[in-house]
């Protein structure tokens, strides 16, 4: 299974990216994907996923302001980010991993999903 995101990129604050993440090799079509971000110096955080029934999840601090979709046909997610900030600076990771493991905020995908290289965020003030 291969995960590979594209869309990074530099911005200034307030602006707009969209992160892609296609995957291939699996043909699971009951899955749960997402982001994870991770900035220099601080552990990993959930930023958003959703699931293959459409149950989505936020991190209180992107809510209102990313959006996360699916293209289950292309097996294929994405991140809408809006209102970027500089504290939105991270390495973004998109992961899939089996429908039944995908529990909002407590999801891991270190147990057993699969991940990408990541993809560079930077928001300059």
């Known amino acids: 299974v291969q995960l590979v995101e594209s869309g990074g990129g530099s911005v200034e604050s307030g602006g707009s990216l969209r992160l892609s993440c296609a995957a291939s090799g699996w043909t699971v079509v009951t899955t749960c994907m997402g982001w994870f971000r991770q900035a220099p110096g601080k552990g990993r955080e959930g930023v958003a996923n959703?699931?293959?029934?459409?149950?989505?999840f936020y991190a209180a601090s992107v809510k209102g302001r990313f959006t996360i979709s699916q293209d289950n046909a292309k097996n294929s997610q994405y991140l809408e980010m809006n209102s970027l900030k500089p504290e939105d600076t991270a390495k973004y990771y998109c992961a899939e991993d089996l429908l039944k493991y995908c529990s909002g905020g407590s999801w891991d995908p270190s147990r057993g999903g699969y991940w990408g290289q990541g993809t560079q965020v930077t928001v300059s003030s």
């Open positions: 959703v699931a293959s029934n459409g149950a989505t």
